[in-house]
């Protein structure tokens, strides 16, 4: 019977599925981080005990505990990112990683990052709460017949001189499906200017065959004899079931795409969901946000949702723990095999002062904060986390 380890976000994303993923790959020999949902807007932070850090879009967050990562079909490639992502990754650690991809995994086009921030812009005050990297928008073009899958890269460019057919398939984007999508006169001079560059395409095919040379494409059947940890993207809060529309994310965070996979992954298998919070709330984007409050009683140290044009700054609210028991006895079981098993982890311990403010019938109340962390251990289900490294993790028994 294979372990099977899935780490799920319970809020709104940034809740430490980083910190997790990394500390189950240090737990575990011969483990595969899965991504199970999400694409290049995610970012996982780790910080190693020995001071480390890295924010991770496009390969696991077990890769400095030496685990190999599978892109799943439901993980949706930037070529773009990926190369980015993975140079700068290359030279500061001198750690080449062991990338897989299932070769029916989307790829994101320069066309949908580009209509994407447009269309977010063109929004205003209506903003849906975008990254900005085009994961949805390459989503919403896959449904109108446009796929491109990482197969098909390999296809079209397994001759290094011949690129015509993908050519004529991102021309025919460009001149049929943009204009429909975006309106013909949306864009404006500049937005014509960057779609119709020859350089950007250029530029991308160049992307695409780094990413083919990095990746190994493969089926999930191959990670039957693996412990397998599963890494959620984004939070069961933007989840496009559970979450306010239209402020959510393109995919599922929790267990139904997991349990998707599992099912193409031979044998028996022992699975726990760990469903993570911060022990405080955030959203990183537009949205409704209970609760919310300008500043939280005690010092918030966030060094990667940083504010961008597209998300503005890190919101803040306390933790709603009815809210939280809500998504995720909702998630887990409506999508959980039979026999898995549940636990709750709370991160960033360390960042409250003497008292936690949760939210309880609708309004915050204060609590002792070593009231709260003993009300939590009496569980006795789950981890505690002190900190940003895998030696901050506690389990709870």
């Known amino acids: 019977m294979s372990k099977v380890i899935a780490v799920i976000g319970a809020g709104y994303g940034d809740e430490g599925k980083g910190l997790m993923t990394d500390y189950f790959a240090s737990k575990h020999i011969n483990s595969v981080v899965i991504r199970s949902n ?13 001071g480390q850090r890295h924010v991770f879009s496009h390969f696991g967050s077990g890769t400095f505990a030496g685990a190999d990562t599978f892109l799943s079909s439901f993980f949706v490639s930037n070529p773009f990112l990926f190369e980015k992502e993975h140079k700068a990754f290359v030279k500061e650690f001198g750690i080449k990683p062991k ?7 989307s790829v994101t086009i320069p066309y949908d990052m580009l209509v994407n921030q447009t269309m977010e812009n063109l929004r205003g005050d209506a903003m849906h709460g975008s990254c900005g990297v085009g994961f949805g928008e390459t989503l919403e073009r896959d449904l109108m017949g446009y796929r491109l899958l990482v197969e098909d890269l390999k296809y079209f460019l397994q001759d290094e001189d011949i690129d015509e057919g993908l050519t004529l398939f991102l021309h025919e984007i460009r001149r049929e499906y943009v204009p429909t999508r975006i309106g013909e006169s949306a864009g404006g001079a500049e937005f014509n200017k960057i779609l119709t560059s020859d350089k950007l395409l250029e ?33 069961l809060l933007l989840d496009m079931d559970y979450g306010y529309f239209p402020h959510v994310t393109r995919s599922n965070c929790g267990m139904k795409n997991i349990s998707k996979i599992l099912e193409k992954i031979p044998g028996e298998h022992d699975v726990t969901a760990h469903y993570v919070t911060r022990a405080y709330t955030t959203r990183h ?14 010092d918030i140290v966030d060094e990667t949702n940083i504010t961008n044009e597209f998300q503005g700054s890190l919101r803040f609210a306390p933790l709603d723990t009815a809210l939280y028991n809500s998504v995720t006895t909702k998630d887990f079981l409506n999508y959980a ?15 409250l002062g003497s008292s936690v403010t949760l939210m309880q019938d609708n309004r915050s109340e204060k609590f002792h904060t070593v009231n709260f ?6 569980t006795k289900n789950g981890f505690l986390s002190y900190g940003p490294t895998r030696d901050d993790v506690e389990k709870n028994d």
Do not use: W
């Open 38 to 50: 999400g694409g290049a807007q995610a970012g996982h932070t780790v910080t190693t005990p020995e």
């Open 99 to 105: 990338i897989y991809v299932d070769g029916e995994s």
């Open 373 to 378: 962390i003993d009300s939590v251990k009496k």
């Open 285 to 298: 984007g537009a949205g409704p946000l209970d609760g919310e409050v300008g500043k939280l009683p005690h």
């Open 337 to 351: 095999p039979r026999d898995a098993k549940t636990s709750t982890v709370i991160t960033c311990l360390d960042q």
């Open 203 to 235: 530029n991308f095919f160049v992307s695409c065959r780094y990413m083919l040379d990095n990746i190994t494409i493969t089926t999930p059947e191959r990670f039957e004899m693996n412990t397998i940890i599963f890494e959620g993207a984004q939070g």
